[in-house]
């Protein structure tokens, strides 16, 4: 089956529990509910009173982990990783939490995001001396905390964070306490939670349900939250900005069961079907999602339009990792490997699908092949996003320009591409009016260029004549 992306990735996710027994076990549970985010490595790190124990390894955490190697992880508090990865590099070479001994003791890290200047950082740094470990970005941060002369931990970190541009969500344990960080934008998820007295930390909430904690905020933008048996203490270490907060974590990335950003992901996507309902009417017979991510905006769609909705694409979960093809080749196999058509519910009908975003659109044009041979009398694709057309920079794994359809292909080219009746994309102006933010909150540069953060040549950033190569090495460097 091609690994070409054919939707945004989204590069990880984290998850911390801080003075609970048996604090990894809890960890393991956590990563669980953020497989989503990252399905190719996962990591956990434990800290108990003779310092530190990792486990690390590529794959699912079904894979990683067994009740063996959780028994090697004691300790009362831990973090964990998923993620995926990228074009450079080994997963185990960069696989995370990242764990070192330095001058102040222990310290695990945990990263979700991409840093747009780590290049440049490191660079600098290896000049001077400085030995990596690994290819990932989110080093830089443990060798700027190394060199920094700074007593007070704190003072320290903030100054190295001052240092870093794009966007991250950090974990950081050390021997004393653990540090949750967000950008000064707020580009990434990062929810903090009670589990009776204590507190638990992550990348999205729906981790929270599976061991009982209870959400109470998030990480602010610029913050630095220090977490440990005495409780809770929060530091700023940037002033507060515009906020840039990341619209695909509710189109696509995060799970509709998750609180993001402070709002039911559920609601949003909701919200986002009935105004994709207003923009696009059109005589239909039924609504079916593109599962699982189209679900909740194609019932906000059919409640909005009055079409019935039908789950007639159904999705098989249970692909793994990997499988043998067969040797006689079979058209469209990896597509019809992860869906199928109901006939009954689309023969003779007139079919809108609902599905999230349209990226290179060779998944979609598949999809619709399906339907159509299954008896569908038309297909009408309509997007809950508006076209795709610049790559991100701040931790979603997109094509380079030139693969995203929409950014060489007119809506007329597309709908002949997809070989359907017609297709619509929501609006910038409806995506917004659908959020309850405020239209200012979100980074919207995959959709029109406007990169919140700056880095290289302004006229690169824009997306119009970014070179291949800058992408190319930007990515595989990314792995956070």
């Given at each position: ?7 945004p990735r989204e590069a990880c996710g984290i998850a911390a529990v801080v003075n609970v027994p048996e604090a990894a076990n ?338 979609a044009r598949k999809i619709v092949k399906m339907i159509r041979q299954a008896g569908a009398k038309e297909i009408h694709m ?99």
């Open positions: 089956m091609s690994n070409q992306i054919d939707k809890l960890v393991y549970l956590m990563l669980y509910g953020l497989q989503h985010r990252g399905q190719e490595g996962a990591g956990i790190i434990a800290r108990d009173e003779n310092g530190f124990t990792a486990v690390k390894g590529s794959g699912l955490v079904a894979d990683v982990f067994n009740e063996e190697k959780l028994g090697t992880l004691p300790g009362k508090t831990s973090i964990g990783h998923v993620r995926y990865s990228t074009t450079g590099g080994s997963v185990e070479q960069n696989a995370q939490p990242i764990l070192v001994e330095y001058s102040r003791g222990n310290l695990a890290l945990a990263h979700n995001g991409n840093l747009v200047n780590a290049d440049a950082i490191r660079h600098e740094l290896v000049s001077s001396g400085s030995i990596f470990q690994t290819t990932a970005d989110s080093e830089v941060l443990i060798h700027l905390l190394s060199r920094n002369q700074e007593k007070d931990f704190i003072k320290a970190l903030s100054t190295s964070l001052e240092q870093l541009k794009g966007a991250y969500s950090f974990l950081l344990l050390n021997d004393e306490a653990l540090y949750a960080i967000r950008d000064p934008y707020g580009f990434r998820p990062l929810a903090i939670g009670k589990l009776g007295g204590n507190y638990v930390v992550a990348s999205e909430t729906c981790s929270f349900d599976l061991i009982g904690a209870d959400y109470i905020r998030d990480v602010e933008p610029g913050e630095i939250v220090k977490m440990s048996k005495y409780g809770l203490e929060s530091y700023r270490f940037a002033d507060k900005r515009q906020q840039a907060l990341c619209i695909f974590e509710y189109i696509y990335f995060s799970r509709p069961d998750s609180i993001i950003f402070g709002n039911s992901c559920w609601e949003a996507r909701r919200r986002l079907g009935q105004m994709l309902a207003k923009e696009n009417q059109h005589p239909a017979d039924l609504v079916i999602p593109v599962p699982d991510s189209g679900v909740c905006t194609a019932i906000g769609f059919s409640q909005e339009a009055g079409i019935p909705f039908e789950m007639a694409l159904i999705r098989n979960h249970y692909i793994g990792r990997t499988f043998i093809e067969p040797s006689q080749s079979i058209r469209d196999f990896g597509v019809k490997l992860k869906f199928n058509v109901v006939k009954e519910a689309v023969r003779g009908k007139r079919v809108v699908v609902i599905d999230d975003s349209l990226v290179r659109g060779t998944t309509k997007l809950s996003s508006p076209a795709v057309k610049y790559p991100c920079f701040y931790g979603m794994d997109f094509p380079t320009r030139k693969e995203l359809i929409a950014a060489t292909h007119s809506v007329d080219e597309i709908t002949r591409h997809l070989r359907v009746d017609s297709v619509a994309y929501l609006s910038q102006e409806g995506m917004l009016a659908a959020m309850t933010e405020g239209k200012d909150c979100f980074c919207q540069a995959c959709f029109d260029g406007n990169y919140p953060v700056d880095f290289g040549n302004r006229d690169e950033l824009s997306g119009r004549d970014i070179s291949e190569k800058q992408l190319s090495e930007t990515r595989s460097n990314r792995v956070g």
